[in-house]
């Protein structure tokens, strides 16, 4: 059965730090353009963060450039969000989506992209 857990969310103070994780199975992430969306309550899923399957290209949203990091470990086929300077507007539940095809332009940031989707993890910045 192939699957994407995601898991590393929770509470944490303005200006602390997460890392999230999206571990696969069933399948190899190494072949797989990532993506990491969120969704915050009354709005639309959005996209974060992407990153490319051979070349290891990323790309950002505006709002998250300079402190959110996409990586990937394909030895342990894992893809993480390294989260730095959270905000109370980055509360949401984020979700990890895996896609087949590469994601061209700004492609990784559309959800029709993705082939396979995690069930997402909550993650509330607050004082």
């Known amino acids: 059965q192939l699957q994407l857990v995601e898991s590393g969310g929770g509470l944490v103070q303005p200006g602390g730090s997460l890392r999230l994780s999206c571990a696969a199975s069933?399948?190899?992430?190494?072949?797989?353009?990532i993506g990491w969306f969120r969704q915050a309550p009354g709005k639309e899923r959005e996209g974060v963060s992407g990153?490319?399957?051979?070349?290891?290209?990323?790309n950002y949203a505006d709002s998250v450039k300079g402190r959110f990091t996409i990586s990937r470990d394909n030895a342990k086929n894992t893809v993480y969000l390294q989260m730095n300077s959270l905000k109370p507007d980055d509360t949401a539940v984020y979700y990890c989506?895996?896609?087949?095809?590469?994601?061209?332009?700004?492609?990784?940031?559309?959800?029709?992209?993705?082939?396979?989707w995690g069930q997402g993890t909550q993650v509330t910045v607050s004082s």
């Open positions: 069933g399948f190899t992430l190494d072949y797989y353009a």
């Open positions: 990153i490319s399957s051979s070349s290891g290209i990323t």
């Open positions: 989506a895996a896609s087949r095809l590469p994601l061209y332009g700004d492609a990784w940031s559309r959800r029709i992209g993705y082939d396979y």
